[in-house]
Nanobody
């Protein structure tokens, strides 16, 4: 099992940047693929970005491609989401998730149902 704790959310003006962090407990962090999702009020939880256990592969939602970067530091049991050129439509609660890679998970997967563990979320608000 792994426990996830997000941090780094806040209020930022459009065009600004934020870096989210997700700290994981457990000795097997490096064996999990990690993802970031977001959920705006009244909407479904949407995929944002994901990274394989080694960091060798990353993939993004079209809406954030070129603006967001996911990366991880396995020595620190932490995955990050660097968010640049933020837009008001990026406003949401951002969730970190981990997957053991079962149930058909593969590079490019975006379904929340393929992730096994979730953090509590961190609010990101982008003002216009």
């Amino acid at each position: 099992q792994v426990q996830l704790v997000e941090s780094g959310g806040g209020l930022v003006q459009a065009g600004g940047s934020l870096r989210l962090s997700c700290a994981a407990s457990g000795r097997t962090f490096s064996t999990y693929a990690m993802g970031w999702f977001r959920q705006a009020p009244g909407k479904e939880r949407d995929f944002v970005a994901a990274i394989t256990w080694s960091g060798g592969s990353t993939w993004y939602a079209d809406s954030v491609k070129g603006r967001f970067t996911i990366f991880r530091d396995n020595a620190k049991n932490t995955v990050y989401l660097q968010m640049n050129s933020l837009k008001p439509e990026d406003t949401a609660v951002y969730y970190c998730a981990a997957t053991e890679g079962r149930r058909g998970f593969r590079v490019g997967a975006t379904s929340p149902g393929l992730f096994d563990y979730w953090g509590q979320g961190t609010q990101v608000t982008v003002s216009s």
